[in-house]
């Protein structure tokens, strides 16, 4: 196997997470177009299915070569995080205010830089936590989450921020060896193995533009990986993590424009802060890393 050069780009790094964070708000978005006659089970599981069939062109042109890996207990462990945060972030959708679900899906920024400096030695500044902080009291103004946050179910709102956070970073460890068509493809693969069980007892018939719409989340989806993984390869998760935040921005302008849902004052100036943290995460000069 052929050994990559991890070579950091942080400011490319950025705009890939930013992109990645517009197309993720692009699948939220049609997610609660779907979610009305599609339960959570089938949504996971296209996600991912339609995952796996992105790959096959490459698959039919040059075989399963590109794929080979010696790392697949890491790319195993990338999918328990990521697959466990997805189905924990659907269980604090379905059993906690909305407000309160979405604080957790845009939490797990303040996570990553911890992480990353415990799992992967990388550094972890004053500077760094002020911008994480900034970004998500910014995600609680925009959120404005109620009692609930505080609630027994919640926990399970934790432990996917903390998922998300262990999947961002376990990217970063693998991209010394591992592109992101590689991760993303195994990703999607053992995702998809391993939603289909609970399709055994979720399934239900779908009509065509169910199917179209279903299709979109799995293409957007995995064209977000791609980008999200090419990002982590390229930046420290703790100085790029909190671009991430640049997804509640985004979909609260597709609520506007879509939905006619007008931000209030308290919306405004939390999307402010997201920006500034973002706008520090671009500008702040590459950390310095030691890598196992």
């Known amino acids: 196997m052929v050994e990559l050069v991890r070579q950091d780009n942080p400011r490319h790094g950025a705009l890939l997470l930013a992109l990645s964070a517009l197309l993720f708000a692009v699948m939220g978005v049609l997610i609660r177009e779907v979610s009305s006659g599609v339960n959570n089970e089938t949504v996971v599981f296209f996600r991912n299915l339609v995952g796996v069939f992105f790959f096959l062109p490459v698959m039919l042109i040059k075989g399963f070569a590109p794929f080979r890996t010696r790392r697949l207990t890491s790319h195993f462990l990338r999918t328990f995080y990521g697959l466990g945060a997805m189905y924990c972030f659907f269980y604090a959708i379905a059993h906690l205010p909305l407000a309160d679900a979405m604080v957790f899906t845009y939490a797990a920024p303040v996570f990553t830089p911890l992480l990353a400096w415990w799992w992967l ?10 911008m994480v902080l900034i970004g998500f009291v910014g995600v609680l103004l925009v959120a404005k989450p109620s009692g609930a946050l505080f609630e027994p179910k919640a926990f399970a709102g934790v432990a996917a921020s903390l998922l998300a956070a262990a999947a961002f970073v376990s990217i970063r ?120």
């Open 121 to 130: 030695r990388e550094s972890l500044t004053p500077r760094i936590v002020g």
């Open 173 to 292: 460890a693998m991209s010394n060896s591992e592109p992101a068509s590689r991760i993303v493809f195994y990703f999607a693969t053992f995702s998809t193995l391993l939603s289909a069980i609970p399709m055994l007892w979720a399934r239900q018939t779908l009509n065509q533009h169910q199917l179209l719409l279903l299709f979109a989340i799995g293409l957007v989806a995995t064209t977000s990986q791609l980008v999200m993984s090419k990002a982590y390869a390229l930046a420290p998760p703790g100085k790029i993590g909190p671009l991430s935040y640049l997804a509640i921005v985004f979909s609260g302008a597709f609520a506007w424009y879509l939905w006619g849902e007008v931000p209030g004052w308290s919306s405004w100036l939390g999307a402010a802060l997201i920006f500034v943290a973002s706008l520090l995460s671009i500008t702040l000069p590459a950390a310095r890393a030691k890598t196992t």
